[in-house]
């Protein structure tokens, strides 16, 4: 029997039980549908990390507290304090360093006549930090050095957060009720475009004396944002910064560090490592449903070869060699799969146009192929055993089978 002779009794057989048929198909359709989703949300997930680190610029330093890379104990752990960040702007001391912003960040629900809404985050900070982290203004304007200095109760919102508590109206000039301190609106951000569960337009911004003197205290800040004075000189500001740092906390030895500097490949890096690890284990999720199609297309071939039993018994008495049979039989469970696959692939690339939990799905080519690949695999090889027991019937035995 040539092959597309196979193809076409394949093709009649699964027509004649159309919904069992379809019912298969569709198990593996949910499989390769997954995987090339899950993996796009995965990867998509990662682009946009990236783009938001990327934002940042390429001469941005991040200081945060914690050791380093050494052995200090969390009780010898000095943290970062906006003394710090006065060393660290001294230009004499650091002619690399170009701006210096340090950041606090606590939580607190906002009021406005009778909308109440809690923000992502409440961050303190000097106006530095609007270059410095890539936040543009939409309307109004930023809060300047001299509302810094005089601890005036101005904020910026971001986009989310002047959405969700003004709404249609223009928030620029009205006030605000911060945990029942009152804030005037100085201006509202650009948008910048959720990341997964993070929006990083979900955000009040004040001057930082006003967060410390209303929520945080005056103990320590959370992180120091520095800008070098170009990309450049990125290395040497980031050895200025460790060097001031280690007088202002007075370490002598290196290797034994209670802060860390991040650079922009540094913060990709670890993100990046992440991203692949929760990539990888939605992948891992979504293979296992293309299992279960698999081990389906078993359970029907078995019922089909059960069926047609006498079929195979009279086809065998006739003359039709053991090839013949078990070629049918896998044609059709791979044809299932392979219908199945071709479906899943349409569906997987048509579901990734939508957001999923706030993520742009980006489809990867060789998972296209990969799932494809793959569910026609386990077609043939969950299809084998079927195929293989519908081969090896003896005719005599299959004849008298009721």
């Known amino acids: 029997m040539i092959l597309w002779q196979m193809i076409r009794f394949a093709f009649a057989g699964l027509a004649a039980n159309k919904v069992r048929s379809a019912l298969t198909m569709l198990g593996v359709l949910i499989g390769v549908a997954s995987v090339i989703l899950l993996l796009a949300v995965g990867n998509g997930s990662s682009e946009a990390v990236k783009n938001s680190i990327t934002s940042l610029g390429t001469n941005s330093l991040t200081v945060s507290s914690g050791a380093g890379g050494g052995a200090r104990t969390a009780s010898t752990v000095k943290k970062l304090t906006v003394d710090d960040a006065r060393a660290l702007a001294d230009p ?55 509302d810094v200095l005089n601890s005036r109760k101005v904020a910026v919102l971001g986009s989310t957060t002047a959405k969700q508590v003004f709404d249609t109206e223009d928030p620029v000039g009205k006030k605000i009720s911060i945990s029942g301190t ?19 337009d979900d955000v009040v911004i004040a001057p930082l004396p006003t967060v410390q003197n209303a929520f945080t205290g005056f103990a ?10 170009s990309a450049d000189t990125t290395t040497q500001a980031q050895s200025e910064i460790t060097q001031i740092l280690m007088g202002t906390h007075s370490l002598t030895d290196p290797t034994k560090l209670d802060f860390r500097v991040s650079n922009q490949t540094s913060l990709l890096t670890a993100r990046e490592s992440t991203s692949k690890t929760f990539t990888v284990l939605l992948g891992a999720v979504a293979a296992i449903s293309l299992l279960v199609g698999g081990i389906g297309i078993t359970n029907i071939m078995l019922v ?23 070629g049918q039989f896998l044609t059709e469970s791979t044809l299932l799969s392979v219908l199945g696959a071709g479906l899943g692939v349409a569906v997987g690339i048509i579901g990734s146009h939508f957001s999923v939990v706030g993520i742009k799905p980006v489809v990867i080519p060789s998972s296209v192929l990969g799932a494809f690949g793959i569910a026609v695999a386990i077609g043939l090889f969950f299809g084998s055993y079927p195929a293989n027991r519908a081969a090896s019937l003896r005719p005599i035995d299959a004849l008298r089978h009721e």
């Open 92 to 146: 004499s001391a650091a002619p690399d360093i170009k701006s210096v912003a340090p950041v606090v960040t606590t939580s607190a629900s906002a009021l406005y006549g009778n909308v109440s809404y809690t923000p992502g985050s409440v961050i303190g900070t000097y106006p530095a930090y609007f270059e410095t982290a890539n936040e543009k203004i939409a309307s109004g304007d930023y809060f300047s050095n001299d």
């Open 304 to 326: 089909t070869v059960t069926e047609r039993t006498r079929e195979i018994g009279i086809r065998k008495a006739l003359g039709a060699p053991k090839a013949v049979i078990l």
């Open 182 to 200: 009152p804030f005037t609106v100085v201006g509202v951000l650009a948008t910048k475009g959720a990341t997964g569960f993070n929006d990083p």
């Open 220 to 229: 320590s800040v959370n992180q120091i944002l520095v800008q070098a004075t």
